[in-house]
């Protein structure tokens, strides 16, 4: 099946600078997910977004569905040097898990 | 503490050898998922189960199998037919296959080839 355009593939940045990455497809999407993956784990769930437009934030973590429901971003301001890891992007095409789409991920290193 | 638990962490499998990958949760969640993840891809969908005794191929099932014999289990075989096995193997669960329900993931399983 399609996976998403995720961009961009890796970042490195200096501790305290905000941060913006995205994903986009050309199939529309129901819900758009956001998860981080450390070295030799899992991904864990960051942000979930259900509906188009919808702007969530966890703390220093912001996401956004577009309005269009093709594309999606997320934000991490002031970044601190436990945001190294990589961010995956998912989308559900459907109603159903079994349709979820992910982005390759973007690999952030942060510099202190 | 409720979550996911894969087991074993590192497996290395030998030419012509079917191995058993263990994915435990005890959320009580009804749907389990098998994702392959190699580096630079997005996830995989090898194959989900809605409910225990149903299980459904993904998009890359080819050379695996796996079981629902229990709502909290799902383990997945990876057969000497699959022949391109090194990967990282992420297991998940869902509350339900329906409905916006994210999905959670374990720590995974890195199989390599001796």
């Known amino acids: 099946g399609q996976q998403l355009n995720q961009s961009p593939q890796s970042m490195f940045i200096q501790e305290g600078e905000d941060v913006s990455m995205n994903c986009t497809s050309s199939?529309?999407?129901?819900?758009w997910l956001w998860y981080k993956q450390e070295p030799g784990e899992g991904p864990v769930l960051l942000i979930a977004l259900y509906k188009a437009g919808e702007l969530t934030s966890n703390g220093r973590l912001t996401a956004q569905f577009g309005i269009t429901r093709k594309d999606s971003f997320l934000n991490i301001s002031a970044s601190i040097p436990s945001d190294v890891g990589i961010y995956f992007c998912?989308?559900?095409?459907?109603?159903?898990?079994?349709?979820?789409?992910f982005g390759a991920g973007t690999r952030l290193t942060v510099k202190p | 503490d409720g979550g996911i638990t894969q087991s074993p962490k590192y497996l290395f499998r030998k030419e012509g050898q079917n191995v058993t990958l263990s994915c435990e949760q005890n959320?009580?969640?009804?749907?389990m998922y098998w994702y392959r993840q190699d580096p630079g891809q997005g996830l995989r969908l090898i194959y989900y189960s809605q409910i225990v005794n149903d299980f459904q191929k993904g998009d890359i099932a080819e050379g695996y199998s796996v079981s629902r014999e229990k709502k909290e289990s799902f383990p997945l075989t990876v057969t000497s037919a699959q022949k391109n096995p090194t990967a990282f193997y992420l297991c998940?669960?869902?509350?339900?296959?329906?409905?916006?329900?994210?999905?959670?993931f374990g720590d995974g399983t890195r199989l390599s080839i001796l």
């Open positions: 199939s529309i999407f129901n819900t």
């Open positions: 998940a669960s869902s509350i339900q296959l329906g409905g916006n329900q994210p999905q959670h």
């Open positions: 959320l009580n969640h009804d749907a």
């Open positions: 998912a989308g559900q095409l459907r109603a159903f898990n079994n349709d979820m789409r």
